[in-house]
T-cell receptor
Framework: AQKVTQAQTEISVVEKEDVTLDCVYE???????LFWYKQPPSGELVFLIR??????QNEISGRYSWNFQKSTSSFNFTITASQVVDSAVYFC???????????FGQGTTLQVKP | NAGVMQNPRHLVRRRGQEARLRCSPM?????VYWYRQLPEEGLKFMVY????????ESGMPKERFSAEFPKEGPSILRIQQVVRGDSAAYFC??????????????FGPGTRLTVL
């Protein structure tokens, strides 16, 4: 069975702090894809990143960085120097094999206070 | 190049009525997925369709829910005889056919269904 776990339900930080959102996944597929999406208060889903299972290279995009570790089945997301606009619900998702469907975690609500 | 479009954005129905949610995929995309987000929960897969075919409906409730993606026109998610528990945000996503892009899904803005 495939599963995504985001153990942190809510996180609150003060602006400019760094924050890491955890994501642990389970799958038996050897080829799979991992995603992060952002859902701001307006409700839409914003794609942030996709990572293939055969590419463990970490990625940095501005203040965002992702740490993919197959050994621990984790795909964690770090926001450096957080800003109020980062306040949102963040979802980690898994797409295993060729099933087509995304398996989402429960989401982590991030609140960045000024 | 327009993104995935969903309408209506907000839909209010009384118990027992029918709800029809429409999704127009991105241009050139032939795969459509529907997801449901219940209040305070993550998104749950409902159904995956290609043009005129249902590929995977393992997430669809057994009764009252149906989906189609005709040769022409948008994909439709239909909920008959709605109940209060159907109140949720319904998201549509699309992807192009073939290759690595197969697994990359682009989401629409969602339809918020409220059942009174």
């Amino acid at each position: 069975a495939q599963k995504v776990t985001q153990a942190q339900t809510e996180i609150s930080v003060v602006e400019k702090e760094d924050v890491t959102l955890d994501c642990v996944y389970e799958t038996r597929d050897t080829t799979y894809y991992l995603f992060w999406y952002k859902q701001p208060p307006s409700g839409e889903l914003v794609f942030l990143i996709r990572r293939n299972s055969f590419d463990e290279q970490n990625e940095i995009s501005g203040r965002y960085s992702w740490n993919f570790q197959k050994s621990t089945s984790s795909f964690n997301f770090t926001i450096t120097a957080s800003q109020v606009v980062d306040s949102a619900v963040y979802f980690c998702a898994l797409n295993g094999g060729n099933t087509g469907k995304l398996i989402f975690g429960q989401g982590t609500t991030l609140q960045v206070k000024p | 190049n327009a993104g995935v479009m969903q309408n209506p954005r907000h839909l209010v129905r009384r118990r027992g009525q029918e709800a029809r949610l429409r999704c127009s995929p991105m241009k050139g995309h032939s795969h459509v997925y529907w997801y449901r987000q219940l209040p305070e929960e993550g998104l749950k897969f409902m159904v995956y369709l290609q043009k005129e075919n249902i590929i995977d409906e393992s997430g669809m409730p057994k009764e009252r829910f149906s989906a189609e993606f005709p040769k022409e026109g948008p994909s439709i998610l239909r909920i008959q005889q709605v109940v209060r528990g159907d109140s949720a945000a319904y998201f549509c996503a699309s992807s192009p056919a073939g290759g690595l892009a197969y697994n990359e899904q682009f989401f629409g803005p969602g339809t918020r269904l409220t059942v009174l």
